[in-house]
């Protein structure tokens, strides 16, 4: 079963390949799209040499690394669900010999192997020589990053996950996924690092599960968040992700009995 699992993950990863060319050319864009929100908060910044507790480097680093990060994590699996839902191939789901839900994380996975190696790796050795990036020389730092890089797919695939199965119950959920999607750049920090907001606004997304995508592991990786902070930091991540797998799971299970298919 196991390795069932484990083709699914290459057989996307696969597929991915046959569009490289639109990821190379993704590079770029990402590139001139991090160039202009270096040049914004070079401006917001003027003479001054920290705000909302980052120097110009840290929020220059912070944004190339988060618009990379969000290469991996980044997914349209509720768009999938939905879909699959709507035409009905979904039934057939229900009567194979594997869980739906680990099949999209699965497949979700696959999708982010294949951009994090061909589209984040690549695009921020661009970025390092193109504006003054600061990478971290600690190993550890490293890693302890890449740990939350793969719970930030995990956290978001979840997010995505249950607005696409909201379909059973919504029919259209077109109007759900576009405020999500609105709502895990915005609240992610990925627009604007929560600590830019003001104390009662980031209260309020402290609370909330989107800072474990975005903000957290770019604190982590341009050195705002150091020493045992770290760590519960990385905490609040697990938290999140177990958090999240009730509902999921709540979701799925009625999910299941109530099948109403359009078309098929």
Known sequence: ???????????????????????????????????????????????KELLGGMTVTQMTTYVAV???????????????IANEIKDGSVAIQFIRPYNYIIVKMMQGLGEGLFRLLLFSVPGMVLVSLLFPVSLPTDPQVWLVFLIMLFFSFLINSQINIITGLCAFFLENNEGLMRMKRVAVDLFSGLVVPISFFPGWAEGVMKLLPFPAITYLPGSVFTGKVTGSAVYGVFATQILWFLLLILPLLILWR?????????GG
């Open 1 to 47: 079963m196991y390795s069932a699992y484990l083709d699914i993950i290459r057989i996307r990863f696969l597929m991915m390949l046959a569009y490289r060319v639109n990821y190379y050319s993704g590079i770029i864009i990402y590139a001139i799209n991090i160039g202009a929100y270096y040049f914004l908060w070079k401006a917001i910044y003027g003479s």
């Open 66 to 80: 988060s618009w990379m990060a969000r290469a991996f994590y980044f997914n349209n699996l509720d768009r999938e």
């Open 254 to 262: 009625s999910a299941r009995s109530r099948l109403f298919v359009q």
